[in-house]
């Protein structure tokens, strides 16, 4: 069953800019769904869509987002509202966008219990506590009297989650959590984030350009590539052997520490396209080893392809059966 | 001789902050030879960047010195300085605010040659072009700005600007860290080829395991301004010996599922002490998985272990840990 579904949509910005070219997705109950590509590949703008939080200069053309048999695109602002840091919790990348820095940490964990659980302003204080010490942070009573700039960025990173997980969410985007952080501290909130999710039964829809962090969480896992999903099924199977040509290249790309040897950098020829002059056809067809005339005329929809994924590529079968490289 | 081309012997850079005074590089040694590429790895306020800018100057030492070919860059001044600092070129993070967005791409790589006045203006040109075909742009990029270009082509321009006066040494400050991955590729792939085409020297200053695993010959991780393992690359990532290396190595993610289902608890607990008040003894001691009372009396000196160089005072009793 899915929690939320995303069909068919389309994001533009001013200047012709497609940001997210008929992106469907879903999330189902209990489930992480991450959602991978680079810089420009219209993930973070999917996540927006969601959360109804895209900027002003952004239009929806085209598509549907229903979480729980709400229509989020057409609902009433106020029914948003409480959706959003209720049954729908976010955790950015930077956490000092998502925390007031005038007000304490309990403050604002205590303001989001009052309004979305109706709590007293005792029952209140005692669950901030109890949230800080759930996710990790020592002395949590002391704690809840200390502002933002007072933690450390992974301490900060906690008090979100703290915060996203507050009103018992059914479903918390997180949009690259752990980018901003070292990597000793981001293997901290990896293992905190994996807990959580399991202890509670939260879906998780993660946003992340590192194929590493979302080997690590994701049960599905979504490729975006220039505002389109290029490919989306299983983690094992799209992150084990990408079928797409580009998946297949980013996943080549990421230099791996557990090489037995060096083995020099496999990058991806060129660039991705420009938002607002897209090629016709493929767009990932000017960098591909692959391509041949349809490509660049026809572009490809998802299409069924083996173990049970969709992967938008005309050869999508020569692809696999290439094998190697990834 | 050695052959080493860059020499820091008990390195200390530190900085006056209203709450005191930080020892960002505390008494590092380190070499890098001719043609070999030396990563300097640790996470945010390791001290890395500090000592990869006291290499080229841009930070004073308050202790130590740096030996250039042999000579120490302090002892110099004038046209000898100038002479010797041609030789080592710096390569910055982000391409995106360190070319200046007023000039074209031909001016921002000539301007070197003008500075150290080299050439005729038709020498600088043709130096200018020759070194653009090097970078992988040609000369079509001479007259546009960087904002004309991709963040990969602007590093490429970064690049030409530090080879353009044919250094001998490369101080790459996290060079592809604001670049997405695939692009990342190409720019690391370029730094390897142009040192094997012109046996380039590079101290390359890195957070990420990944790149330095495949592009660096040698490797120190620093942690609170001191270097805690040093060693040929395949040798340290084989086998860390450094709690501290063995959980940078334990926390960095593998794009591949098993491996990731089957982690672990984290290996470094905590969070990085207060740079101004960092613990006696071991400075990783309070994080570390390790750590004895012995830890926190004295400092600990790297010393030989195998093929690498460690500053653990329980090095023989850390149980082996292996990434691969």
């Keep these: 069953m899915s929690l939320l579904r995303i069909d068919g949509l389309s994001v533009e910005f001013p200047g012709g800019v497609r940001a997210a070219r008929e992106v469907t997705l879903d999330v189902r109950?209990?489930?992480?769904?991450?959602?991978?590509?680079?810089?420009?590949?219209?993930?973070?703008?999917?996540?927006?869509?969601?959360?109804?939080?895209?900027?002003?200069?952004?239009?929806?053309?085209?598509?549907?987002?229903?979480?729980?048999?709400?229509?989020?695109?057409?609902?009433?602002?106020?029914?948003l509202n409480e959706l959003r840091g209720g049954a729908i919790a976010m955790v950015y990348q930077d956490p000092l966008t998502a925390l007031n820095p005038v007000l304490t940490v309990g403050r604002q964990i205590e303001e989001a219990l009052r309004r979305h659980l109706g709590l007293g302003r005792r029952?209140?204080?005692?669950?901030?506590?109890?949230?800080?010490?759930?996710?990790?942070?020592?002395?949590?009573?002391?704690?809840?009297?200390?502002?933002?700039?007072?933690?450390?960025?992974?301490?900060?990173?906690?008090?979100?989650?703290?915060?996203?997980?507050?009103?018992?969410?059914?479903?918390?985007?997180?949009?690259?959590?752990?980018?901003?952080?070292?990597?000793?501290?981001?293997?901290?909130?990896?293992?905190?984030?994996?807990?959580?999710?399991?202890?509670?039964?939260?879906?998780?829809?993660?946003?992340?350009?590192?194929?590493?962090?979302?080997?690590?969480?994701?049960?599905?896992?979504?490729?975006m590539y220039a505002g389109r999903v290029v490919e989306r099924g299983s983690a094992a199977e799209v992150i084990g052997a990408p079928n797409h040509p580009y998946g297949r290249g980013l996943l080549a790309s990421v230099p791996r520490i557990d090489a037995a040897a060096r083995t020099g950098f496999a990058a991806i020829p060129g660039t991705?396209?420009?938002?607002?002059?897209?090629?016709?056809?493929?767009?990932?067809?000017p960098r591909c080893g692959h391509v041949v005339d349809r490509c660049r005329a026809e572009d490809p929809p998802l299409?069924?392809?083996?173990?049970?994924?969709?992967?938008a590529c005309w050869r999508h079968a020569e692809v696999a059966a290439a094998g190697g490289g990834a | 001789m050695s052959g080493a081309l860059l020499d820091v012997r008990s390195a200390t850079v530190t900085y006056k902050t209203r709450a005191g005074t930080?020892?960002?590089?505390?008494?590092?040694?380190?070499?890098?030879?001719?043609?070999?590429?030396?990563?300097?790895?640790?996470?945010?306020?390791?001290?890395?960047?500090?000592?990869?800018?006291?290499?080229?100057?841009?930070?004073?030492?308050?202790?130590?010195?740096?030996?250039?070919?042999?000579?120490?860059?302090?002892?110099?001044?004038g046209a000898r300085l100038r002479q010797a600092r041609r030789r080592l070129q710096m390569v910055f993070q982000d391409p995106q605010s360190s070319l200046d967005p007023r000039r074209t791409v031909g001016q921002i790589v000539e301007r070197p040659l003008?500075?150290?006045?080299?050439?005729?203006?038709?020498?600088?040109?043709?130096?200018?072009?020759?070194?653009?075909?090097l970078v992988g742009l040609g000369s079509r990029y001479l007259d546009r700005p960087p904002a004309a270009l991709s963040g990969g082509q602007r590093q490429?321009?970064?690049?030409?600007?530090?080879?353009?006066?044919?250094?001998?040494?490369?101080?790459?400050?996290?060079?592809?860290?604001?670049?997405?991955?695939?692009?990342?590729?190409?720019?690391?792939?370029?730094?390897?080829?142009?040192?094997?085409?012109?046996?380039?020297?590079m101290l390359f200053v890195a957070h990420d395991l990944g790149v330095v695993r495949h592009l660096a010959d040698r490797v120190a991780v620093m942690y609170l301004g001191r270097i805690v393992e040093g060693g040929p690359v395949?040798?340290?990532?084989?086998?860390?010996?450094?709690?501290?290396?063995?959980?940078?190595?334990?926390?960095?993610?593998?794009?591949?599922?098993?491996?990731?289902?089957?982690?672990?608890?984290?290996?470094?607990?905590?969070?990085?002490?207060?740079?101004?008040?960092?613990?006696?003894?071991?400075?990783?001691?309070?994080?570390?998985?390790?750590?004895?009372?012995?830890?926190?009396?004295?400092?600990?000196?790297?010393?030989q272990a195998g093929p690498v160089e460690v500053a653990c005072l329980r090095h023989e009793d850390i149980p082996a840990f292996s990434p691969v």
Aim: hydrophobic share 45%; glycine share 8%; charged share 20%.
């Design chain 1, 29 to 79: 109950a209990g489930e992480t769904l991450a959602v991978v590509g680079e810089s420009g590949s219209g993930k973070s703008v999917t996540a927006l869509a969601v959360l109804g939080l895209l900027p002003e200069t952004a239009k929806v053309t085209a598509g549907r987002i229903e979480f729980d048999g709400v229509d989020l695109l057409r609902c009433r602002p106020r029914r």
């Design chain 1, 123 to 223: 029952a209140a204080a005692g669950r901030a506590a109890e949230l800080l010490d759930l996710v990790g942070i020592p002395q949590p009573g002391q704690r809840l009297k200390d502002y933002p700039h007072q933690f450390s960025g992974g301490m900060r990173q906690r008090v979100v989650i703290a915060m996203a997980i507050s009103c018992d969410p059914r479903l918390i985007i997180a949009d690259e959590p752990t980018t901003a952080l070292d990597v000793t501290m981001q293997a901290q909130i990896l293992h905190l984030l994996r807990r959580l999710r399991d202890d509670l039964g939260t879906s998780l829809m993660l946003i992340s350009h590192d194929v590493g962090v979302v080997a690590g969480l994701a049960d599905r896992v979504a490729v």
């Design chain 1, 272 to 285: 991705p396209p420009d938002p607002a002059a897209l090629p016709a056809g493929c767009a990932f067809a």
């Design chain 1, 303 to 311: 299409l069924d392809a083996a173990g049970g994924r969709q992967v």
């Design chain 2, 22 to 77: 930080v020892t960002a590089v505390d008494g590092v040694d380190l070499t890098v030879r001719r043609g070999e590429i030396l990563a300097l790895v640790g996470e945010s306020g390791c001290g890395k960047s500090s000592l990869g800018r006291a290499v080229l100057r841009l930070e004073p030492l308050r202790h130590g010195s740096v030996l250039f070919d042999g000579v120490d860059l302090a002892t110099l001044s």
């Design chain 2, 114 to 133: 003008k500075v150290h006045g080299i050439g005729t203006v038709a020498q600088r040109r043709d130096k200018v072009v020759a070194t653009l075909d």
């Design chain 2, 156 to 201: 490429r321009v970064g690049i030409a600007r530090a080879l353009v006066l044919d250094p001998d040494l490369l101080v790459c400050d996290e060079p592809v860290s604001a670049l997405d991955v695939s692009i990342q590729a190409q720019i690391l792939q370029l730094l390897l080829d142009l040192r094997d085409r012109l046996g380039l020297a």
């Design chain 2, 234 to 303: 395949d040798d340290m990532f084989a086998r860390p010996r450094h709690p501290y290396t063995q959980a940078l190595l334990a926390a960095a993610p593998v794009p591949d599922v098993a491996v990731e289902r089957a982690r672990s608890v984290p290996l470094a607990l905590g969070d990085l002490p207060d740079p101004l008040a960092p613990p006696s003894g071991c400075h990783f001691r309070t994080r570390c998985p390790h750590q004895r009372p012995v830890c926190a009396q004295a400092s600990p000196e790297l010393v």
